[in-house]
């Protein structure tokens, strides 16, 4: 893993938004660097910015939705960003939190996270995938990342310098190798559980009653009796059932009986009841008889006046229809010699329409001759004039005029921004006037906070002691001179008098008179402070603006340049006027030929109009002269047809209609020949109806002399005799639903009675008992509570051998479980014995012991490039102490602690690496940061530990040291240099090489 570049906007000290491109010169040209800057200039917020980019948190602080220490005060968002590159891939993780509405003092918003790879595909935007897809991709989580690529120097002198308990701790905490001890004592867990729960199998099983042989016995007799018993009493209790339910259908057809001859009863008085309706309809019978014959002789006599009617109606019809063919004839005479008149007037029109259209011809001949020399005249005078080329050129002198009058505006606009730079630049420099004296105030009234509060703390203690004296009076008062003190046992009390004169009020008022005054200091310095940040916010936003302000002034000089360059002008004013003057002379000439051009084709229109009134005017009089002809023979058949209808008319004998009436004469002749065919029809219908009611009258008087005759063979003496008996279809309906309704009643109720007697009989034969229904439920009733007794009886005998066959088949599952489990806990057991332990310490060691040796072997070849002069070894006795071998003193053991600084430093930062290369031993780690532990070094030993850490920049790693040592910053170039501005509290970062 290699880090590519980082990017931080307002992280603690660090106000603003700053840029780190190790890809960049001068990073590209070596593989060391310093990061350097005073004390609490923001040196280490780098590499906090490092860890919140990829991991959200630092080693220092965290953050959260609620709480966010890193955002540099009064401001309202910050971000970090991380460029880097694993295996030949480039990623970069974002991480940004901002305020509400952009507010310093805003509520925190949720942080936005975002993984990318550099080609812009994004491959989490959650953070807990985020921080998942970090750790897959590098191989390092948080923990890992902090120990293998920012290393603490001085924390492996501590791991050097430890005893063995201390250094497994370490070592523990260092790589992560405590999830050994927590195997360790899972496994002493697991063993003791599993011990457990065999005891418990075990207890189980000795818990289990069992019946013995005598009483499965007597168990299994008792069973078999209760059994016979239940069989003999259900046997008696099915025959009572029967007999009950013989004693039941016998009293039910009793009753049934009796209902029965009940209906037959009601159904023969209903028949007497209704015997006057049932009479009206034994007289329908014989009428019903005569009924044909009546109806025929009234449909004859029907018909024969219908048909008496029919003829007066059509007699009347023909003549209305005659007087209406007199009235067509005489209407339709007049409408045709209208018309002979109107064919006369339109051929006389159409001869004076070809007169018209005569001299209109020769008049659009002349001025078709006329528009011949204004057209020739144009067109000699655009022949030699080019249009375009002067629209072309028209065009330019606009354009150009355009943008000159831009650089005029721009000039103007120069002039503006130039004043407005002065006016910025001056506001600047009385907000640093402003700020001067703030600094100095704050320091002081900071001193005398400072000074206030050491004061409070002696006023607070000053007033315990007292208030502790004022406490113990009583016990004072209780000694007595050359008495033994209860306490420490003096016999002298020389401070009693000076103990009992103590008052506290004076201490009181003096802490409360501090306290106020500490109050105001604060209160002050709180009003300093507010208007420092005040102050100082509106000279970054000055400061922001002047910035701007140029930007725009360069980008706008340099645009004007480019114009006047490209223009070729020295005075725009003069430019503007005599590029007006000629657009003016070329807009009138374009104008002058603009119109001829129109004119010349307003005349080209007019022509081609002339042209076409005379191919109409020829064509109008080609038609009159087709139309003529034709005219005059639709006069000719006009006056024949007139003629025609007026001689119908005058055959016919009518007066002239009173009405006069104007209709076409198209429809009068399909009236004719709708009356025509109306009155031929009607003199056939007449002729028809003459000829029925000859029939008709024949008809009538043969049913006449049917019907008399049937009348005086029948029962009725007269017609009205008859009339009588007959009855309308509803009540014929009705006499006939209830004379069958009656008698339904009548069979139903004889048939019922019939079948309940047959029952009754049946059922009284049988003679099962003579016991009431009431005695014999009684006793159903006392068999069934015996039988129920019975069962239950039954049922507790099954269960108690039921159960205890259970409880055998439960036992020896519990011996196979037991002997299962037994197994098991002697494998736990074993493994219990190999590497479990209460505390975890038996294989956390032998953990630890391995991975200190993987560290040893790391470490020495560390030590081969740093100095090849020292090798680390394991002691011969304690597996977790170490000791140094001298190579150049024929391997001599030392111990850690006699090591030199030099020599300390350099096991130390070999240490260091080897334990980067173990923590990341899934992943390669090509950038490096220590974190300080130089300065703690002498001259001779730092010289040692810059020459070792060129030797390690050999190996193609990129190395970063935090570092405020003025020697290595003279043997390292290429520096981050981390400033603090004078009195603001901010610092910026400056890349030099």
């Known amino acids: 893993m290699k880090i590519l570049s980082v990017r931080l906007q307002n992280l603690n000290s660090l106000r603003g938004e700053w840029l780190i491109d190790f890809r960049q010169p001068p990073f590209n040209q070596t593989n060391i660097f310093a990061i350097t800057g005073p004390t609490g200039a923001g040196k280490t917020t780098i590499l906090d910015a490092i860890c919140l980019a990829l991991y959200h948190q630092t080693p220092r602080l965290k953050t959260s939705p609620t709480s966010n220490e890193l955002m540099t005060r009064n401001t309202s968002e910050c971000l970090a960003e991380v460029e880097f590159e694993v295996a030949g891939v480039g990623y970069r993780a974002f991480w940004s939190q901002r305020k509400a509405r952009g507010q310093s003092d805003g509520n925190l918003q949720a942080a936005k996270t975002e993984l990318a790879k550099l080609d812009g595909t994004i491959l989490a935007e959650k953070t807990s995938d985020k921080l998942r897809l ?284 130039l004043l407005n730079q002065t006016h910025l630049q001056q506001q600047l420099q009385q907000t640093e006037l402003a700020l001067a004296p703030l600094a100095k105030q704050l320091l002081t009234l900071r001193q005398r906070y400072k000074m206030l509060q050491e004061h409070i703390a002696d006023k607070k203690q000053l007033l315990q002691q007292q208030l502790l004296i004022m406490q113990l009076s009583e016990h004072r008062s209780r000694l007595q001179p050359e008495q033994p003190c209860p306490l420490c046992g003096a016999t002298e009390h020389p401070a009693i008098e000076h103990y009992n004169q103590v008052n506290s009020l004076a201490a009181e008022q003096q802490l409360q008179s501090k306290e106020a005054e500490l109050q105001l200091t604060q209160q002050d310095g709180e009003t300093l402070s507010k208007k420092q940040a005040a102050l100082e916010a509106e000279q970054q936003q000055l400061q922001q603006q002047l910035t701007q302000q140029q930007q725009q002034l360069a980008e706008l000089n340099d645009t004007i340049q480019q114009q006047l360059q490209q223009d070729k002008v020295s005075d725009i004013d003069i430019a503007l006027t005599a590029l007006a003057d000629e657009s003016l002379c070329t807009s009138q000439t ?229 002997a299962q489990q037994q197994i098991q806990y002697e494998q736990w057991q074993r493994l219990n014995s190999l590497i479990g332990s209460a505390d975890g310490a038996r294989y956390r060691r032998f953990a630890q012991s391995l991975t200190l040796k993987q560290l040893i072997v790391l470490a020495n070849r560390q030590l081969a490039i740093l100095h090849n002069r020292y090798q680390l070894a394991r002691h011969a006795t304690a597996e977790l102490e170490l000791v140094v071998l001298d190579t150049w003193q024929a391997d001599s053991a030392r111990d850690t602690k006699t090591l030199s600084g030099g020599e300390s430093f350099l096991v130390s930062l070999a240490l260091a690496l080897a334990l980067s290369d173990l923590v990341s031993s899934k992943t390669r780690i090509d950038s490096l940061f220590l974190d300080e532990g130089f300065g703690t070094l002498d001259a001779d030993t730092l010289d040692s530990a810059l020459s070792a850490l060129d030797n390690l920049n050999a190996t193609g790693k990129m190395i970063g040291i935090i570092s405020h040592v003025d020697a290595l910053k003279q043997r390292i170039s290429v520096q981050i240099k981390v400033e603090k501005q004078q009195g603001l509290g901010y610092s910026q970062i400056k890349i030099s090489s």
Request: charged share 15%; glycine share 2%; net charge negative.
């Open 134 to 417: 970090v750790a897959d991709i590098t191989g390092l989580d948080f923990g890992r990342f902090t120990k293998s690529m920012l290393l603490a120097q001085g924390g492996f002198a501590a791991f050097l310098n430890a005893d063995a308990n201390e250094r497994a701790e370490l070592l523990e905490e260092l790589t992560g190798t405590d999830i050994y001890g927590r195997i360790s004592e899972q496994v002493f867990i697991d063993c003791r559980e599993q011990k457990n729960q065999l005891e418990l199998l075990q207890a189980r099983a000795g818990a289990v009653e069992l019946l013995s042989e005598e009483q499965q016995q007597q168990l299994n007799a008792a069973l078999v009796a209760k059994k016979l018993d239940l069989t003999a009493q259900q046997q008696i209790l099915v025959k009572q059932r029967h007999t009950q339910n013989w004693r039941q259908q016998l009293d039910k057809a009793q009753q049934e009986l009796k209902q029965t001859e009940q209906e037959v009863a009601r159904a023969v008085n209903a028949i007497s009841a209704q015997q006057t309706e049932l009479a009206r309809l034994s007289a329908w019978q014989p009428a019903s008889q005569l009924a044909p014959l009546y109806s025929a002789l009234q449909q004859a006599i029907g018909q024969q006046q219908q048909s008496q009617q029919q003829q007066v109606a059509l007699k009347q019809q023909l003549h209305v229809a005659a007087q209406q063919q007199a009235s067509v004839l005489w209407h339709g005479a007049q409408s045709l010699s209208q018309q002979q008149q109107h064919s006369a007037a339109k051929i006389q029109q159409l001869h004076q329409q070809q007169q018209q259209l005569t001299q209109q011809h020769q008049t659009l001949t002349e001025q078709r001759q006329a528009l011949q020399p204004l057209m020739q005249q144009l067109s000699a005078n655009l022949e030699d004039i080019n249009l375009n080329q002067l629209r072309q050129q028209q065009q330019q002198q606009r354009d150009k005029q355009h943008r000159l009058q831009q650089l005029k505006q721009q000039l103007l606009q120069q002039q503006r921004w």
């Open 590 to 818: 374009l104008t002058q030929l603009e119109q001829w051009q129109m004119q010349l084709q307003l005349y080209k229109e007019q022509q081609q109009q002339l042209e076409q009134q005379q191919v109409q005017n020829q064509h109008q009089q080609q038609l009159l002269l087709q139309q003529l002809p034709r005219l005059q023979e639709q006069h000719n058949e006009l006056a024949q047809l007139q003629q025609s209808w007026h001689q119908q008319w005058q055959a016919m004998q009518q007066a002239e209609p009173a009405t006069q009436t104007r209709a076409e004469f198209s429809r009068l002749n399909t009236e004719l020949q709708r009356l025509q065919q109306q009155i031929q029809q009607g003199q056939g219908q007449l002729q028809m109806l003459q000829q029925q009611q000859q029939q008709l009258d024949a008809a009538a008087m043969l049913a006449t002399q049917h019907w008399q005759q049937a009348l005086a063979n029948s029962v009725f003496s007269d017609e009205t005799a008859f009339k009588n008996a007959l009855l309308n279809p509803d009540e014929l309906q009705a006499l006939q639903q209830l004379q069958q309704r009656l008698q339904q009643a009548e069979i139903a109720a004889k048939r019922s009675f019939s079948d309940w007697q047959q029952r009754y009989q049946q059922l009284a034969e049988q003679q099962l008992s003579s016991l009431s229904l009431d005695e014999l439920n009684h006793s159903v009733q006392q068999h069934d509570t015996l039988i129920q007794q019975l069962s239950a009886e039954q049922g507790q005998l099954q269960q108690q051998l039921e159960s205890d066959t259970a409880r055998r088949n439960s036992q020896q599952q519990l011996l196979q479980n037991i």
